[in-house]
């Protein structure tokens, strides 16, 4: 059985909701793609663009999972950029470096370019503060700033002192921040919708509440739905932490972990103008940190830590207010209108994983909090492969992952463990 959408501020404001079919009987294409979040569809959408017969099949709706319950803000942060470069010079040599660099980068072009070519209304929005939390994070901050003038974007970024915060946000809890203009904030879900549509008018194929049960491999594999069957040259498995297809191959690689959001009541034009003044996206620099941005209809959207135990909040509400009251004393006592969670795909290493079941069956998953750009770049990624152009998948490929064995329930208390050490640092820098 599928299973409605979740309560979030996302569902409430839809523009035009999906509506696609169930899979009934069998149908041939050249690619099936399982998932409907940001990696399949624009996978499909890539595909279709390039003239590919493409079918893709959601167990539930189109944005059902992280996609549709997300903070919203894309930044060209990449969690894990370390050791990213640290392994992609095993393939890349020195030009490592430069590739995980415009890495960071290629998504906000690949969203624009979505949102203007299909005329999609999803009230998208420029800049974003990355703010430091306590002034051993400046020197973090000051690093960004510097590689990226060094690289070319001084006219897009400003270093604040603490003394320049109140210009930017009612607050006083930050000891200064990295002002980035290129950045961008979006509603996730009406993103997602307007680039599904945009794949069917390109002759894509949807099929929603169906359900995928099993995966033939072959020269010719075939995607097993609790209806129908999409035989297919290639296909592509794009459901990160909510899949739990092939798990002799893939259990242990990533681990789902459950992020908290709230959503204010409408606030007036003047607290909005006041709290943040300029309409920016903000998170801070701790390893388990908060973030936030008002909505186009002038809600505070308000996400901080996660759950690494793989389980989800009992109440989100009680566990984010007092963060949200410490940001912005102002919003003492404001009403909370929605909140929710959603599981984010985490990666021991925080590096994507990219890779292949069989010879025709690819796989995507493990964003670690940062997916809304990073699920652009890596569709792009997956169309290439399938059209023959493997060199940046090779690369993401070879990249070694951590497998952590037994029950995800394991992998998950381990995950919890090395969340409360990096806590327990933030306390001691």
């Known amino acids: 059985m599928s299973e409605p959408r979740t309560g979030a501020y996302y569902t409430a404001t839809i523009k035009e909701d999906s509506n696609y079919p169930r899979l009934t009987g069998d149908i041939q294409v050249d690619v099936a793609i399982v998932g409907g979040g940001f990696t399949g569809v624009n996978t499909a959408l890539e595909l279709s663009e390039r003239g590919y017969k493409v079918a893709l099949v959601e167990a539930n709706r189109i944005g059902w999972g992280a996609t549709g319950r997300n903070g919203g803000q894309i930044t060209g942060s990449l969690s894990g950029d370390e050791a990213m470069r640290k392994q992609m010079r095993k393939t890349l040599g020195t030009d490592a470096e ?12 690949i969203i624009r370019n979505r949102v203007s070519k299909y005329n999609i209304d999803c009230d998208l929005k420029h800049g974003h503060l990355h703010a430091a939390y306590k002034p051993s994070h400046m020197r973090e901050l000051q690093a960004s700033y510097a590689e990226a003038v060094r690289r070319g974007m001084g006219d897009e970024v400003t270093l604040l002192e603490r003394e320049d915060m109140p210009d930017y946000l009612e607050t006083d809890i930050y000891h200064g921040a990295l002002y980035n203009r290129k950045n961008m904030h979006v509603h996730s879900l009406n993103l997602v919708l307007g680039e599904a549509r945009a794949a069917t008018e390109l002759g894509a194929q949807i099929f929603e509440q169906s359900r995928v049960i099993d995966i033939e491999h072959g020269d010719t594999p ?20 909510y899949h739990r297809l092939e798990r002799r191959k893939m259990s242990g690689k990533i681990f789902p972990a459950a ?67 410490r940001t912005f004393p102002r919003l003492k006592g404001v009403g909370i209108d929605f909140a929710w969670s959603g599981m984010m795909g985490i990666v021991i290493n925080r590096i994507p994983q990219l890779g292949k079941l069989s010879e025709h069956v690819f796989y995507a998953q493990g964003y670690s909090g940062h997916g809304i750009a990073t699920s652009h770049i890596v569709s792009e990624v997956m169309a290439n492969a399938v059209d023959g152009h493997l060199r940046e998948f090779d690369t993401f490929a070879a990249c070694s992952h951590i497998r952590i064995p037994g029950s995800e329930w394991l992998g998950n208390q381990f995950l919890a463990i090395g969340m409360w050490y990096y806590r327990l640092m933030e306390t001691l820098r």
Do not use: M
Not at 223 to 241: P, S
């Open 98 to 109: 430069d590739f995980v660099w415009q890495l960071r980068w290629r998504g906000h072009d």
């Open 259 to 325: 992020g908290g959001i709230v959503a204010t009541a409408p606030l007036s034009d003047e607290v909005a103008q006041a709290i943040n003044p300029k309409d920016l996206a903000v998170y801070d620099c701790r390893f388990v940190l908060d973030y936030y941005r008002l909505t186009a209809d002038k809600r505070l959207l308000f996400g901080g830590g996660a759950n690494y135990s793989g389980r989800e909040s009992r109440n989100i509400e009680a566990e984010l207010r007092p963060a949200l009251e």
């Open 222 to 241: 075939v995607v097993v739905t609790e209806g129908g069957r999409i035989t297919a040259n290639r296909v592509v498995l794009a459901g990160n932490a």
